[in-house]
């Protein structure tokens, strides 16, 4: 059945929930507002060819994409504000332009990040 408020079936919509709540809990005490989640994962030396993908995950991929990301800040203790994670499992696919953003708004944290580490 489609919610019309979710713009997205029921279980989609818990399947999204349940891939935040376990990244969440792979990542347990390393959430931080102040860590954009683009900047926690160049800090964490996420490389860019796993991040181009991740952002380019269809609905099929990035769950999976997300729970080995989750795995890799754990191992790495790298906080992120896992905000932003909720944003890219809930952005309406039927607002393009919304995940655009939220993929946008990563994206550049990630990349200035990188510039930053290449400068110094």
């Known amino acids: 059945e489609q919610d019309e408020s979710r713009g997205m079936s029921q279980t989609k919509w818990e399947q999204r929930w349940a891939t935040l709540l376990m990244g969440m809990a792979h990542c347990a005490g390393l959430h931080d507002y102040d860590m954009p989640l683009g900047q926690a994962l160049a800090e964490a030396g996420w490389a860019e060819t796993r991040f181009v993908r991740l952002m380019e995950a ?6 999976v994409l997300l729970r080995r990301m ?19 499992l809930f952005s309406r696919e039927n607002l393009f332009e919304d995940a655009e953003n939220v993929r946008l708004k990563i994206a550049r944290t990630y990349y200035r990040t990188l510039h930053a580490q290449d400068e110094d």
Do not use: F, G, I, M
């Open 70 to 88: 989750a795995q890799y800040l754990a191992s790495k203790q790298q906080p992120a504000n896992w905000e932003h994670v909720r944003e890219l």
């Open 58 to 63: 269809d609905d099929e991929t990035l769950p």
